[in-house]
């Protein structure tokens, strides 16, 4: 079956570094997909991996590893906005999303 | 968890035929239905948010006219698009909020993809 799996929550302090992981088995794979979504609002795109290795962008990465079927996201100089869930959605085969149930960021001061 | 269930997961229609896709919430009551959209490789994309007994609000540049969003109960919303054609061929995702639930978690439906010939 599919299966993603992301810790339900981590805790972190403000200025700090967080990494949040995702294993994940699909039905083939289209890449890998990150979102970002605060308490009562819409998801909004963060990354998107297809090939192997580090996307960086801004205080945010994304690394990819095909042949393990992991992924994770990496959150530099935290701060507060940043305290949402954060969801990884690989494209499986037939461009389907399969959506994990997120990490819940909460952050410290 | 909660459950967001949407069906069909597959639709392949003619240009020009309207095709239904429901939202469904299984184990919760939701007030607050969001569709979206997402093409290839693009990031989701917000059409509107469905609320309960009352019009939907469109996201700017979604016609409404054509993407008509119906939520009549607190267990299920509903997106036709009318008179498809093939650049609205995408992957329709819903999600639900709980009513009551302070959180305003959202719970994601498994999408529908969308082709049309």
């Known amino acids: 079956g599919q299966n993603i799996d992301q810790p339900t929550e981590m805790t972190a302090t403000e200025g700090a570094i967080v990494q949040i992981n995702c294993t994940y088995q699909?039905?083939?794979?289209?890449?890998l997909f990150w979102y970002q979504q605060h308490a009562g609002e819409a998801p909004t795109f963060l990354s998107y991996n297809v090939l192997d290795g580090l996307e960086e962008k801004g205080r945010f990465s994304s690394f990819l590893s095909r042949s393990k079927g992991y992924s994770y996201l990496l959150l530099k100089e935290l701060q507060m906005k940043d305290s949402a869930s954060y969801l990884c959605?690989?494209?499986?085969?037939?461009?389907?999303?399969?959506w994990g149930a997120g990490t819940k960021l909460i952050i410290k001061p | 968890g909660a459950v967001v269930s949407q069906h069909p997961s597959w639709v392949i229609c003619k240009s020009g035929t309207s095709v239904k896709i429901e939202c469904r919430s299984l184990?919760?009551?939701?007030?607050?239905m969001f569709w979206y959209r997402q093409f290839p490789k693009q990031s989701l994309m917000l059409m509107a948010t469905s609320n309960e007994g009352s019009k939907a609000t469109y996201e700017q540049g979604v016609e409404k006219d054509k993407f008509l969003i119906n939520h009549a109960s607190l267990t299920l919303s509903t997106l036709t698009v009318t008179s498809a054609h093939p650049e609205d061929s995408s992957f329709y995702i819903c999600s639900a909020r709980e009513a009551g639930v302070e959180t305003g978690e959202l719970f994601f439906g498994e999408g529908s993809r969308l082709t049309v010939l």
């Open positions: 699909t039905s083939g794979f289209n890449g």
């Open positions: 959605a690989p494209w499986d085969s037939n461009y389907q999303l399969i």
């Open positions: 184990d919760f009551q939701a007030t607050t």
